[in-house]
């Protein structure tokens, strides 16, 4: 049975079946039919139920193309964000009768609000929905937690929300921190002097705030103290108020450590952790984050966040890289 699809957008369709019509492979592989391109449209070919299934797969991806107040950032990981959301429970793709896919709950997320307007005029908006419970979290609650792998968007929504409240006059500065200890390296054994020996660590954290506020902004900032980046051994015997206090990669604090750290917290402040439990460099047993998780499970005013890999908002290899250590964390893990 033939059928065709016509995309209102061509955005869309480029979108959707890539440049010179590279993705079609792909979808007609996912769909089971299959697609010929026509201008803006699909011819599309198959059994009735696949073919059925796929217009209102197309139809489904438009409407929540239309409701985006972010679409000109959307790609190929929203469609795939969006379409994962609706797996049936074979956790396959949508299969005919599938009623996951039939659902309106799921696979019709789109973002509410933007998190930041960049100095370059660009919204930035969160990509999934947990990055969206993380920033509302951050906005409503004394100290948030977030806990996932690499490239989930902790670090950067985290600072990209503390310039938000910076620029609204919520907060008056940033405290950004995270353990010089890292892949088994130690400060004593890197050349310069203090700044020059932490900046290397410190690079994710310029590079967020370069991105959000501009280099030039960010350098006056760090000269007049409105942005303070330090190692977490400089937060000893302070009280951070009026600030927005972030502290990255936490797997590489001990319970001590951390405890130091929120304990730090003052008047009007703002408390960021994000860490991945499964990045750790120090010894076996020493992290302290996912006690931290569990101390504080409950308390008011605190909330973790647990981002997964459907969160991973980089290249679509490093969801894929994570996975597959997910699935063989244990082959190398030695037995005693």
């Given at each position: 049975?033939d059928?065709s699809?016509?995309?209102?957008?061509e955005s869309?369709?480029?979108?959707?079946?890539?440049i010179?019509?590279s993705q079609?492979?792909?979808?007609?592989?996912?769909?089971k039919?299959?697609?010929?391109p026509?201008?803006k449209?699909?011819?599309?070919?198959?059994?009735?139920?696949?073919?059925?299934?796929a217009?209102?797969?197309f139809?489904?991806?438009?409407e929540?193309?239309?409701k985006?107040?972010?679409?000109?950032?959307f790609?190929?990981?929203d469609?795939?964000?969006?379409?994962?959301?609706?797996?049936d429970?074979?956790?396959?793709?949508?299969?005919?009768?599938?009623?996951?896919?039939e659902?309106d709950e799921?696979?019709d997320?789109?973002?509410?609000?933007?998190?930041?307007?960049?100095?370059?005029?660009?919204?930035?908006?969160?990509?999934?929905?947990?990055?969206?419970?993380?920033?509302?979290?951050?906005?409503?609650?004394y100290?948030?937690?977030?806990?996932?792998?690499?490239?989930?968007?902790k670090?950067f929504?985290?600072?990209?929300?503390?310039?938000?409240?910076?620029?609204?006059?919520?907060?008056?500065?940033?405290v950004?921190?995270?353990?010089?200890?890292?892949?088994?390296e130690?400060?004593g054994?890197?050349p310069?002097d203090?700044?020059?020996k932490?900046?290397?660590?410190?690079?994710?954290?310029y590079?967020?705030?370069?991105?959000?506020?501009?280099?030039?902004?960010?350098?006056?900032?760090?000269?007049?103290?409105?942005?303070?980046?330090?190692?977490?051994?400089f937060?000893?015997?302070?009280?951070?108020?009026h600030?927005?206090?972030?502290?990255?990669?936490?797997?590489?604090?001990t319970?001590?450590?951390?405890?130091?750290?929120?304990t730090?917290?003052?008047?009007n402040?703002?408390?960021?952790?994000?860490?991945?439990?499964?990045q750790?460099?120090?010894?076996?047993?020493?992290s302290?984050?996912?006690?931290?998780?569990?101390t504080?499970?409950?308390?008011?005013?605190v909330?973790?966040i647990?981002?997964?890999?459907?969160?991973?908002?980089?290249?679509?290899?490093?969801?894929?890289i994570?996975r597959?250590?997910?699935?063989?964390?244990?082959l190398?893990?030695?037995?005693?």
């Amino acid at each position: 049975m033939d059928t065709s699809f016509t995309f209102s957008e061509e955005s869309l369709y480029q979108t959707i079946c890539g440049i010179g019509d590279s993705q079609l492979g792909l979808w007609e592989s996912r769909l089971k039919v299959k697609l010929i391109p026509r201008g803006k449209s699909l011819i599309i070919q198959g059994e009735p139920d696949y073919t059925r299934l796929a217009v209102e797969t197309f139809q489904r991806l438009e409407e929540n193309f239309k409701k985006r107040p972010d679409k000109s950032d959307f790609s190929l990981f929203d469609i795939d964000y969006m379409m994962n959301q609706a797996k049936d429970a074979s956790k396959g793709w949508p299969t005919p009768g599938s009623s996951e896919f039939e659902s309106d709950e799921k696979g019709d997320w789109t973002p509410k609000d933007k998190v930041v307007v960049t100095f370059k005029g660009k919204p930035i908006f969160p990509r999934t929905k947990n990055q969206e419970t993380f920033v509302e979290s951050l906005k409503k609650n004394y100290i948030t937690i977030a806990m996932g792998p690499a490239g989930t968007g902790k670090t950067f929504l985290s600072i990209a929300t503390a310039c938000r409240m910076m620029q609204t006059g919520e907060v008056d500065r940033l405290v950004l921190t995270r353990p010089a200890v890292e892949a088994g390296e130690n400060l004593g054994f890197l050349p310069g002097d203090l700044t020059q020996k932490v900046n290397p660590y410190l690079r994710p954290i310029y590079d967020a705030l370069h991105e959000c506020i501009g280099f030039e902004k960010t350098t006056e900032y760090l000269q007049v103290g409105k942005i303070e980046i330090a190692p977490i051994a400089f937060m000893r015997g302070r009280t951070l108020s009026h600030s927005f206090i972030i502290l990255d990669e936490a797997q590489n604090c001990t319970l001590p450590q951390l405890k130091m750290f929120l304990t730090r917290f003052g008047k009007n402040s703002k408390m960021a952790i994000s860490g991945d439990a499964t990045q750790i460099d120090l010894a076996h047993g020493r992290s302290g984050l996912e006690k931290t998780v569990h101390t504080l499970k409950g308390l008011n005013g605190v909330e973790t966040i647990f981002f997964g890999r459907e969160d991973i908002t980089r290249h679509h290899i490093v969801e894929a890289i994570v996975r597959r250590f997910e699935e063989n964390e244990g082959l190398f893990t030695k037995k005693t």
